[in-house]
């Protein structure tokens, strides 16, 4: 197996194990909301929802990496240039990725002094990682896009398919920068930290995860280059046009001129219509190979990323969006709801079927099927719906009481979280998260476990009469 | 047919970035003189010099910051650059203690504890005025801030951040500070009460 | 806005690109099975929309700007699964995997 593979293996399993660190501090987050004399004075609440959200940008960055990684190859039909600093650098990064949870950990906080952002907490969300982290964050990335581009180059020729990507890398990698800077007045520091966060998570992130989902359907599906191409431009104009402006749905409040609540609501309002596009295409995929594969759970993850994305993105998204209504919803459990959904469509079911995509081959299976998968897919799935059902009541409850009626003081925040509806929210909620966490040792026992059983049928041809 | 033609949706998918991320930086570029402190939206740091209100303006249909009389925090007036010092050392606090991922600002970060957009505003100081034996209600956030857990306000308490008495004040001078900003009317009706008809 | 109607116009709004899915799925599986019934709940699940739309625009107090959009939304939803059905169709024509 190429270099190359094999070190999108490597991704593919952090990934993984990162996944499980979000999953058991996200379940630690949830319990505070329960119990909240929780760990208090030992591990405050905020570094365990810094591990929570740290690590869930990590995982699926991993994820994608991985996911690249695999592809690189095959599309290039070489190994990719730089390949050796790609695999230092794999090490490096998760060492690094554990050094900091453990300061996150350990550490936790430190006076306000240069000294501490360089070397403990930045405490800017997503990114509160010490910039010596971050340093190093953007070294992998840089040696990523060197891998894609500069094999790009070497090639001298190139598909469209990692053309977009390539392109891509460029306002991904740059984006990142801003991580770095301690701006001083909050509101110019939000404006550009959501650069990089709507940048990354509703444009790069998208053609990212786009061009990852064409190579799968392509190896799952047999279906044509020319037709995932061209299906891939068409996503890239309608998500970038409409995302690329939909930024400013994050301007409504923080200081910004008031132009803002109507270009970024109307642009906002948008960007569901090409997820409802990738849903009708996810239909005619799955009819079209009649619901048939030699990879079961890679081709319902797919699906699973096309209508987890629609309804976590594109329903609950605008839910919450014109101005008007975030008005009232903006900084509730409602965000919290709509968050878990489309990060889950969107991002995590891709990453997961990429690693199924990629086990079939290392494992030499001619088909993947079994119990096990659907097991994970069913508790995960179920946890996740579940929790942000539970969390859109916690969120209206809140977004009523909270701000609607009372006035968004303290006095107005205690009432809220006291509401009953708020209260019974958060209990499911951790509920779910359980199950969630269930299915995720299902998915990790299932990825372990595949194909390891498995025995090789030799079919012989009768013999002559 | 042209539509069927990968070529045809390339260009308009080049087209369309570059049309957009045109268009964000010229906004950008607008928007960041107004959010500029002494911009439109965002007041220079010497606000923190005077009285700030919170209250509905009919010509804008919203709630909209007031910029009063003279009100300087601990009766002492700061000029600018004390006054950018002063928000620059609150800002340090709140990045080097992760308060946005309890909190929210301006309604981003954490939703564990309550959003501080217009924490300077909120009427629940008073009572802690008495509670800390403070004289002023910047001294009674300063106190609160260095014994958050001595000092709780409910069941959720805050947990002590080894803050110390120099950086309490310039939290409290970056919170007033952040009180004074045009947020479009976010949170709405802050510390009223609106029925629900 | 008072606070029962920001509930009910946020609800409506994430029922009716709701509903767009529902009707995308029953489009998709009605085309395949190339089912009269399958294709009567698609119009039907259409249906919810556009009622769904029709009480957005007559009972919330949204401006008349942000009416329109909604109200041009959910026409662009009533294109979206058999345009792109057409394109699929046809962009898969020349692979020899068409329905």
């Known amino acids: 197996m190429s270099r190359s593979k094999n070190l999108a293996i490597k991704y593919l399993a952090a990934a993984i194990l990162f996944f499980g660190v979000m999953t058991l501090s996200g379940l630690l987050s949830a319990a505070y909301y329960i119990n909240p004399q929780l760990l208090f004075g030992v591990l405050p609440f905020n570094i365990a929802k810094i591990l929570h959200i740290d690590t869930m940008i990590i995982w699926l960055l991993m994820g994608f990496m991985g996911a690249v990684y695999w592809f690189l190859p095959e599309e290039f039909e070489r190994e990719p240039v730089g390949i050796w600093a790609a695999e230092i650098l794999f090490w490096i990064f998760a060492a690094a990725v554990l050094v900091v949870a453990a300061i996150f950990l350990f550490v936790q906080w430190g006076p306000a002094t240069q000294t501490t952002l360089w070397l403990f907490q930045q405490g800017r969300k997503y990114v509160e990682a010490p910039r010596w982290a971050a340093i190093g964050v953007a070294l992998v990335m840089l040696v990523f896009a060197w891998n894609v581009i500069g094999t790009a180059i070497k090639a001298g020729r190139i598909t469209g398919i990692m053309a977009v990507m390539s392109v891509n890398m460029v306002p991904l990698v740059l984006l990142y920068l801003i991580a770095f800077p301690l701006i001083d007045n909050m509101a110019v520091d939000l404006y550009w930290w959501w650069w990089l966060v709507h940048l990354w998570v509703e444009a790069t992130w998208e053609i990212l995860i786009g061009c990852i989902m064409a190579l799968a359907v392509m190896k799952l599906l047999d279906t044509s280059r020319r037709i995932v191409e061209g299906w891939l431009y068409i996503e890239v104009a309608l998500v970038l046009g409409t995302g690329i402006l939909g930024l400013g749905h994050h301007y409504f409040w923080i200081g910004t001129p008031d132009y803002w609540l109507g270009i970024g609501g109307f642009f906002s309002a948008l960007e569901p219509l090409p997820l409802l596009g990738m849903v009708v295409h996810a239909i005619y995929d799955a009819g079209v190979h009649h619901m048939k594969t030699t990879n079961r759970p890679a081709f319902y993850w797919t699906l699973a990323e096309a209508f987890g994305n629609f309804l976590g993105a594109g329903v609950f998204g605008f839910m919450i969006t014109l101005p008007q209504l975030n008005l009232f919803a903006h900084g509730t459990q409602w965000t919290v709801s709509h968050g878990h959904f489309a990060f889950w469509g969107a991002y995590a079911c891709g990453v997961i079927s990429i690693c199924y995509i990629a086990l079939q081959e290392r494992r030499r299976l001619v088909t993947v099927n079994g119990a096990g998968w659907v097991w994970a897919f069913v508790l995960l799935n179920g946890g996740l719906i579940g929790m942000v059902g539970a969390l859109l009541v916690a969120g209206m409850a809140q977004a009523f009481f909270e701000r609607a009626i009372g006035g968004s003081t303290l006095e107005a925040f205690i009432a809220g979280q006291e509401n009953p509806w708020f209260v019974l929210g958060m209990y499911n909620r951790f509920g779910f998260a359980v199950m969630f966490t269930v299915g995720y040792l299902a998915l990790v026992w299932n990825l372990l476990a595949l194909g390891r059983r498995e025995t090789t049928v030799l079919i012989q041809p009768a013999p002559a009469e | 047919m042209q539509y069927e033609d990968p070529n045809f949706w390339r260009a308009g998918a080049v087209s369309t970035t570059v049309v957009m991320a045109v268009v964000l930086i010229m906004l950008t570029i607008d928007s960041l003189g107004a959010i500029s402190p002494g911009g439109s939206h965002v007041p220079p740091y010497t606000v923190i010099n005077r009285h700030i209100e919170y209250a509905y303006d009919n010509k804008f249909g919203r709630d909209m910051p007031v910029i009063g009389k003279d009100e300087p925090l601990f009766g002492t007036p700061v000029n600018e650059t004390d006054a950018a010092a002063l928000i620059a050392r609150g800002k340090l606090v709140i990045q080097s203690r992760a308060c946005i991922d309890c909190h929210t600002f301006m309604g981003n970060g954490a939703y564990y504890a309550p959003d501080l957009t217009k924490a300077w505003l909120d009427p629940a100081w008073e009572a802690w005025i008495a509670i800390t034996g403070a004289e002023s209600k910047e001294e009674a956030m300063t106190r609160f801030l260095m014994k958050p857990d001595y000092y709780a306000t409910w069941q959720r308490k805050m947990p002590n951040l080894g803050i110390s008495r120099d950086e309490a004040v310039a939290t409290v001078a970056y919170l007033k500070w952040l009180s004074s900003i045009d947020t479009n009317g976010f949170p709405i009706h802050f510390g009223r009460i609106q029925v629900n008809k | ?99």
């Open chain 3, 1 to 99: 806005m008072t606070p029962s109607m920001f509930i009910f116009t946020s609800l409506s709004l994430g029922f009716m690109v709701l509903a767009a899915g529902a009707y995308a799925l029953l489009y998709g599986a009605a085309r395949f099975k190339c089912s009269r019934v399958l294709l009567f709940l698609a119009s039907l699940a259409y249906a919810m929309l556009a009622l769904d739309a029709v009480i957005v625009l007559l009972t919330t107090p949204l401006d008349p700007a942000w009416k329109l959009l909604i109200a041009a939304s959910a026409l662009a939803y009533l294109g979206i699964p058999p345009v792109t059905w057409r394109y699929l169709q046809r962009t898969h024509r020349d692979e020899g995997a068409h329905i």
